[in-house]
Nanobody, 125 residues
Framework: QVQLVESGGGLVQAGGSLRLSCAAS????????MGWFRQAPGKEREFVAA????????YYADSVKGRFTISRDNARNTQYLQMNSLKPEDTAMYYC??????????????????WGQGTQVTVSS
């Protein structure tokens, strides 16, 4: 089992920044990728960013490219999402996800087998 705990969400004005963290614990030695997804009320969960654990290849949704940066600290089993130039449309619950085993499509929710509880990000205009 793997446990994921997110932190760093909150309320920020448009144009501001937030940094989300996701700490993984448990059987993390086979982690191949971690990602961030978000879900706004009445909308489907959507991909935000992902990073492979070996090599650090990153993936971003078009809507956040140039504004968000995903990174990881392998020693701490932690991933981060630095969010700059936030917009009201970034408002959502943000979920951390981890793939234990081989990851095929790191941009799709179905590729991940562990999820965190979520952290709320609210951007006011």
């Amino acid at each position: 089992q793997v446990q994921l705990v997110e932190s760093g969400g909150g309320l920020v004005q448009a144009g501001g920044s937030l940094r989300l963290s996701c700490a993984a614990s448990g059987r993390t030695f086979s982690t191949s990728a971690m990602g961030w997804f978000r879900q706004a009320p009445g909308k489907e969960r959507e991909f935000v960013a992902a990073i492979t654990w070996i090599g650090g290849t990153t993936y971003y949704a078009d809507s956040v490219k140039g504004r968000f940066t995903i990174s990881r600290d392998n020693a701490r089993n932690t991933q981060y999402l630095q969010m700059n130039s936030l917009k009201p449309e970034d408002t959502a619950m943000y979920y951390c996800a981890a793939k234990i085993g081989i990851v095929v499509r790191p941009t799709t929710p179905g590729s991940y087998n562990y999820w965190g509880q979520g952290t709320q990000v609210t951007v006011s205009s």
